[in-house]
């Protein structure tokens, strides 16, 4: 006598051991790992802070020489950006061999901006020349056409920035006439980009700057570790504030270089007990497994250890 | 031509000395500060190894101590004595530093050694060490001479010294507690006074119990009780010596007098004494048997209890509609209410640390166990339930003891509760108990 199975009674129980066994290998315990904490640095400033923020950079550029080291720095982005686009100005030509309207398409689709239009009426005779591929293009290129037509009134004076880089990459393979146009709108776009808030801000804190701080990264790390370990004494007294600190030192594989040093003498019974827990909890809780990365940060500092607000 | 400063010089000169100074000190590395806010409280793994015998003979108390102080510990809340199966190192020899490293494989961060030794004279000589583990330090180390039948407390004494060197605060193990042993059915409950050490060892009777006893309460100085008995007529406040077991009778009133208290020197008890349908504050000089009226009103005032620093009184009454804790001088005057929640509040007592004020809170159908600051404020509920009432504080001021009935054919029980409301624990008695009362410290 044959038992008759189910197909999809089958299908279900092999689809069941796969995910039961899926389930088994990939949620298998991990050891407990402490991730850094990511650390987002925030300055609180206020409104008139910002104002004055920006009016210091601007008097700071113009006065101080350091400021210009730091403006070759920002003028890479610039280069990139002008680099990227003669690099896709070429593709642009390969691609775009049919004639005239499809080169015109491209730059209307990556580029939404406008300006471009005017352009490009000077550019299409060039094109055509290059690559006469007429046939795939026709029906789009009439709706180009048609688009162009549109935009060319509103770009022709705001547009100047992008104008430049197609033109470059026409430049170099066609019309003299128009150079001249083209490195005149160049010009004034560069120098808005030297000119932006963010780049003269990253100047100037680079200047003012003091040393990285992780320390909200490792110190809250650290934090986790000996938190673990720290039996505190029960105070139950709201009114008892306390609060010791001590400077410790660790060697690189996260152990006590020496005896931590509590700092100041405890006032009142409770905060030397209170001291003492800490210490047996720093103690007890080596070695602490810290970030390489920051073991200058690390290698002497000052847990404070204290009740939450 | 000779070099000169005028004053101006001078002053800009050092100006710019001290902006050099200054930033010298500002160079000058500080470590990093790592707030550490978020610890736990944890109760403290204390390893107590039974006390070494000095000679053969002593095995038997070594081990008592040890057990009484492990207990102690326990009961506290505070601490979490290591079970003696899992120590690794046998202690023989106390003055020699203990292997750290066995100790802290099973956790313990703080070891009490010990040793009793039987002298010539017949005297017991208690020595015990307390050990930081994570440190290898001693912390503390003492040793007593007592009669051999006081062995419990010197374990009590040693106690105190671990719990106040390891928590900062004054213990509260050596000190007794007064209460009223009740005994047979409801109908015919016999009520004796009763002494016990906290902990519920050495039960001792104070009166045979042919007359009812109430409210007992021990004096803050002395090794005095005064309680409330009805014999013939009406209810009278005794004052009972516990070490000679003399008994005298408070002043002779018209009308009940009840719910009497010592002030904090011992020299005075407060009581209410009861005048036609209301009653009123009154204090008692002992020595001059001299009486004074602090309050006059036509409300019940009762339940006197004196601030630890014997200025200010706080005391319950109904002058507001509903009985409510009240705060007055001393020396009677303008009374301020600071109770202010839903329900009544009744039988307040000052901590001795001043901090606290303890009550009974009756509302919603359940007695409940409190405490609230001297002002009012930071109300807290420690317990709650169908009969709770009577909360009488350790000498420390960290645990409130309490009494209570659960209802039915059963009777009341004695409870602690520290004061954070953590760790309620009955306390062991022989029968039923009520109206507890925790003696000062007796050393």
């Known amino acids: 006598m044959k038992i008759k199975v189910d197909k999809t009674v089958m299908a279900s129980v092999a689809l069941h051991v796969l995910v039961l066994g899926w389930v088994m290998l990939s949620f298998s315990t991990k050891a407990l790992e402490m991730p850094p904490e990511e650390s987002v640095a925030v300055d609180v400033v206020s409104s008139d802070q910002l104002a004055k923020v920006m009016a210091g950079m601007k008097t700071g550029k113009k006065e101080n020489p350091k400021p210009l080291v730091e403006k070759v720095a920002e003028a890479k982005p610039v280069d990139d950006a002008v680099g990227k686009i003669t690099e896709k100005a070429p593709v642009v030509t390969e691609t775009a061999a049919p004639p005239q309207p499809k080169i015109e398409e491209k730059p209307v689709e990556k580029k939404p901006d406008p300006p471009k239009v005017v352009e490009k009426p000077k550019e299409e005779p060039k094109q055509v020349e290059k690559k006469p591929d007429p046939p795939k293009v026709d029906p789009i290129g009439d709706t180009l056409k048609k688009e162009e037509k549109k935009p060319p009134p509103k770009p022709v004076q705001a547009a100047k920035p992008p104008e430049p880089q197609k033109q470059r990459i026409v430049e170099r393979h066609f019309d003299q006439n128009q150079i001249a146009a083209l490195l005149d709108k160049r010009d004034p776009s560069r120098q808005a980009t030297t000119g932006d808030t963010l780049n003269s801000n990253a100047a100037l804190g680079t200047a003012k700057g003091a040393a990285a701080d992780n320390s909200a990264t490792w110190g809250s790390m650290f934090q986790r570790q000996v938190e673990r370990c720290w039996k505190k004494p029960y105070g139950g007294i709201e009114s008892q504030k306390p609060e010791v600190a001590f400077a410790i030192r660790l060697k690189r594989d996260g152990t006590l270089e020496g005896a931590p040093v509590p700092e100041g003498v405890p006032a009142t019974p409770f905060l030397r007990v209170y001291q003492e827990s800490a210490l047996r909890a720093i103690i007890e809780c080596q070695p602490y497994k810290l970030p390489a990365a920051f073991y200058e940060e690390w290698k002497y500092f000052a847990p404070v250890f204290k009740e939450k607000v | ?443």
């Open chain 2, 1 to 443: 031509m000779p070099f000169r400063l005028n004053r101006r010089q001078i002053i800009t000169g050092m100006a710019a000395l001290g902006a050099v100074a200054g930033g010298r000190n500002a160079f000058a590395q500080a470590p990093k500060r790592i707030p550490i806010p978020e610890g736990e409280f944890v109760p403290l793994p204390i390893a107590i190894p039974n006390f070494v015998a000095g000679t053969p003979g002593d095995a038997e108390v070594g081990v008592g101590v040890a057990q009484v102080i492990t207990n102690n510990l326990k009961r506290s809340g505070l601490f979490a004595p290591i079970d003696q199966a899992a120590h690794i190192e046998r202690v023989t020899n106390i003055d020699v530093a203990p292997q750290f490293q066995s100790w802290k494989q099973i956790n313990a961060q703080a070891l009490v050694t010990g040793r009793m030794t039987r002298q010539g004279d017949g005297r017991l000589k208690a020595e015990f060490r307390l050990w930081d583990i994570n440190t290898n330090q001693q912390l503390t180390g003492q040793q007593y001479f007592t009669s051999p039948e006081y062995w419990r407390r010197i374990a009590h004494i040693i106690s105190d010294q671990i719990y106040e060197r390891m928590t900062g605060e004054k213990g509260y193990f050596d000190s007794r507690v007064v209460f009223v042993d009740e005994t047979g059915s409801k109908e015919r409950r016999v009520k004796r006074l009763a002494l016990m050490d906290q902990d519920g060892a050495n039960v001792r009777y104070l009166t045979r119990g042919s007359d009812l006893v109430l409210t007992p309460r021990f004096s803050p100085s002395t090794q005095e009780i005064t309680y409330m008995e009805f014999g013939q007529g009406d209810p009278r406040v005794y004052l009972f010596n516990v070490e000679t077991g003399q008994r005298e009778i408070v002043g002779n009133f018209p009308g009940m007098s009840f719910s009497p208290r010592f002030s904090p020197d011992g020299q005075r008890i407060i009581m209410s004494l009861q005048q036609g349908g209301n009653s009123n504050l009154f204090v008692m000089d002992l020595r001059s048997k001299s009486t004074t009226r602090l309050t006059d009103t036509p409300a019940i005032d009762t339940s006197p209890s004196y601030s630890p620093d014997g200025s200010r009184i706080c005391f319950e009454s109904d002058r507001g509609g509903k009985p409510q804790i009240y705060v007055m001088p001393a020396t009677g005057g303008g009374a301020q209410r600071i109770s202010f929640g839903e329900g009544s509040y009744s039988t307040p007592v000052w901590s001795p640390r001043g901090d606290y004020i303890a009550f009974t809170k009756q509302g919603g159908g359940a007695f409940a166990i409190g405490i609230m600051k001297t002002d009012g404020s930071g109300e807290r509920i420690l317990t709650s339930g169908f009969h709770n009432e009577g909360p009488t504080f350790s000498p420390n001021g960290r645990v409130v003891m309490f009494f209570r009935d659960p209802g039915g054919s059963g009777g009341p029980s004695l409870y602690t509760v520290d004061i954070s409301g953590r760790n309620e624990l009955r306390v062991p008695t022989p029968g039923f108990a009520s109206d507890p009362a925790w003696s000062p410290l007796l050393s």
